[in-house]
């Protein structure tokens, strides 16, 4: 069951276009999986802001000395998400979480691709963890609009087996979209499941090129 709690921040640091937001979350952390999300209260307790902001649950530290951390990565976007990049040490963000249905993982070690857009790969590190702690294969795909709007590729380099980037300008990887390399990826590598992360006309393209191979996402 999702559980409200008050946050302390423990850093705010950027990464690329982006910034990672890291918080103190016990209760949230133990039960938090590779695709749930939380929400957060923007602008404190003395705010009028009604509406709470989801995050995608980048990773988790169930343990330690803060009993659970997490971290979110945020694009700013207008005020809430500026108060939450603004945000210092110490201080207090009210979460709400976990929330949504995580990813469904395979009961057999099998090919897997993890295909993400922008900031929205942010769940796919924690899910390319578990995989491959199941004996699973894993190949990722990212894809952004430029070099800057990548999130994480050394890091996700490092725990898939290959890595394949696009941006839309070409100032990494291929030239294109995700959905240009994704087929030739899924048949190079026999991939069994697909998941996906990122804007909607993306997912949309990857569920049906996916579902034309038999793969489900």
């Known amino acids: 069951m999702p559980v409200q709690v008050k946050g302390e921040v423990l850093d705010v640091r950027r990464v690329g276009a982006y910034f990672m937001l890291s918080l103190t979350a016990p209760g949230i952390s133990d039960a938090a999986r590779p695709g749930h999300f939380v929400t957060l209260g923007i602008g404190g307790d003395e705010s009028g802001a009604l509406l709470r902001r989801a995050f995608a649950v980048h990773q988790v530290q169930s343990r330690g000395v803060y009993g659970g951390t997490l971290d979110l990565v945020i694009s700013v976007h207008g005020k809430g998400t500026k108060w939450l990049a603004d945000r210092r040490r110490h201080d207090v963000v009210d979460i709400v979480g976990p929330l949504g249905r995580p990813f469904v993982l395979p009961r057999q070690s099998v090919s897997c691709v993890l295909v993400g857009g922008g900031y929205g790969a942010a769940p796919l590190f924690m899910l390319a963890e578990q995989l491959r702690d199941r004996g699973c294969r894993v190949e990722a795909v990212l894809g952004a609009s430029t070099e800057e709007k990548l999130f994480g590729a050394l890091e996700l380099k ?29 048949d190079r590598a026999e991939a069994s499941v697909v998941y996906a992360c990122g804007p909607m006309p993306m997912l949309q393209q990857v569920a049906r090129q996916a579902s034309a191979r038999s793969a489900y996402s």
Request: glycine share 10%; charged share 25%.
């Open 158 to 186: 490092r725990l898939a087996s290959n890595l394949t980037i696009t941006t839309d300008d070409g100032s990494m990887g291929e030239r294109g979209r995700v959905p240009d390399v994704l087929p030739a990826i899924m």
